[in-house]
């Protein structure tokens, strides 16, 4: 029984799989079990900043699991205040506490719990509790009943309602939407600094501003999902700071990036006052209010600082707004008639495939058609919505890599105009 045979008797089908095995990385590059090499600008969809099997990750991961790989977070585990310190001092910026989870589902499903009990000690004028989450459309925060409850786009719903009551869908950008819905019940607004699956649409910067002044006008909280454009992707270490440094949001998610490609999330909850007497935001968060079994676990936390640590230490998230730009302007000097624009923020890049200019088969968008012609070709991209091509190199891509990417872009995209 070979691989797909093996998936069909006993994977339940729950992705459009791709008929290929990848069996081995190194760097930017991947190789299947046929042999064949892809230069990966997909990397996990926004996971391996450092590529694959960095062998600084590499070493850590493997000198901790000789060590302890998992223990009860019933007891105190260094590794993860050791992670917690760096995450709050070298990358929010701002005085809070983290709490560790597995995914960014569960990450942003934890922000949502926080908003929720924000709303109980924070209640309605009649005392009832306040607990709408204002998002948008085109948006994703995942794929759990709560995730997907706030995630802005129907088709990842059909047939698992009733959706978790209390979230309502904005138009993104749109500042005078959202004033004209904040209602007695409204507790908080979440929003992604750059909608990734939504299409690769960054939010403006007055927008953002925007939407923390009605924060405070209102005393909402200012929620960010950065599980895909944290930590470095984006141009600065915070998605939300390359947009606008100056906004100070209330609670943060990430993943994916945050271990390189080892299983964690996360959510930062600030240590703001929230009644004017001293009482922190993050104490809401008590004893028994949330909870994970592996989450912050030794080998996770050890192999998440190491990850942080380098992109840090070696300025990556600068590196991923030379690499953008670079990417950017080779794609818009091809001058390609299929290339609508090229969007995005740092290392978080869209390219829009204009609408009707290739025949595609059933069941398949025209961003999937340019991708399976990417792959074919030897570039791993990976669809954004029916029209746009994303590309995720890592965060420590070579120009040489960059240019070699290029050159199979502009090849594919004259091979199908």
């Given at each position: 029984m070979n691989i797909a045979e093996k998936f069909e008797h006993y994977v339940l089908p729950t992705?459009?799989?791709?008929?290929?095995?990848?069996?081995?990385?190194?760097?930017?590059?991947?190789?299947?079990?046929?042999?064949?090499?892809?230069?990966?600008?997909?990397?996990?969809?926004?996971?391996?900043?450092?590529?694959?099997?960095n062998p600084i990750v590499t070493e850590a991961l493997q000198k901790q699991a000789a060590t302890l790989v998992h223990c009860s977070n019933l007891y105190f585990i260094p590794q993860q205040a050791d992670l917690a310190e760096f995450i709050v001092t070298?990358?929010?910026?701002?005085?809070?506490?983290?709490?560790?989870?597995?995914?960014?589902?569960?990450?942003?499903?934890?922000?949502?719990?926080?908003?929720?009990?924000?709303?109980?000690?924070?209640?309605?004028?009649?005392?009832?509790?306040?607990?709408?989450?204002?998002?948008?459309?085109?948006?994703?925060?995942?794929?759990?009943?709560?995730?997907?409850?706030?995630?802005?786009?129907?088709?990842?719903?059909?047939?698992?309602?009733?959706?978790?009551?209390?979230?309502?869908?904005?138009?993104?950008?749109?500042?005078?939407?959202?004033?004209?819905?904040?209602a007695p019940e409204t507790v908080a607004i979440m929003l992604e600094p750059v909608q990734g699956e939504g299409g690769v649409n960054p939010c403006t910067p007055e927008f953002l501003r925007g939407l923390s002044d009605l924060c405070k006008q209102h005393d909402l909280l200012l929620m960010i999902d950065e599980v895909q454009c944290g930590f470095g992707r984006c141009g600065d270490m915070m998605g939300w700071r390359a947009v606008a440094p100056e906004v100070k949001p209330d609670v943060i998610s990430w993943a994916k990036a945050l271990g390189g490609g080892f299983p964690i999330g996360g959510f930062w909850v600030s240590d703001r006052s929230m009644n004017g007497q001293g009482t922190e935001l993050s104490s809401i968060m008590g004893p028994g209010s949330h909870g994970s079994t592996y989450g912050g676990n030794p080998l996770a936390s050890t192999v998440a600082l190491t990850v942080l640590r380098e992109i840090h230490s070696n300025h990556l998230p600068k590196r991923a707004q030379q690499v953008g730009e670079r990417i950017k302007n080779g794609v818009m000097e091809m001058n390609s008639p299929l290339v609508s624009g090229v969007r995005g923020l740092g290392a978080l890049i869209g390219i829009g495939i204009k609408p009707d200019m290739l025949e595609i088969q059933e069941g398949a968008t025209i961003a999937s058609t340019v991708v399976d012609a990417l792959r074919d070709g030897g570039l791993l991209a990976v669809p954004a919505g029916p029209e746009t091509v994303r590309l995720l190199p890592p965060l420590n891509v070579t120009d040489d890599e960059v240019d070699q990417a290029l050159v199979l872009i502009k090849r594919v995209l004259k091979s199908l105009s």
């Open positions: 992705y459009g799989r791709i008929p290929i095995s990848m069996v081995r990385g190194e760097g930017a590059r991947l190789w299947d079990s046929t042999g064949k090499c892809y230069l990966d600008f997909c990397m996990g969809i926004a996971t391996c900043s450092l590529g694959h099997c070298r990358c929010v910026e701002l005085p809070g506490k983290v709490f560790f989870s597995n995914s960014g589902a569960e990450s942003n499903d934890g922000m949502i719990k926080v908003a929720r009990r924000y709303g109980h000690r924070k209640p309605q004028a009649n005392g009832e509790p306040r607990y709408e989450v204002l998002t948008f459309n085109q948006s994703f925060h995942g794929r759990t009943l709560g995730s997907m409850a706030a995630t802005g786009q129907d088709k990842i719903k059909a047939e698992f309602d009733p959706m978790l009551h209390g979230f309502r869908h904005l138009p993104f950008n749109d500042l005078e939407a959202v004033k004209a819905a904040i």
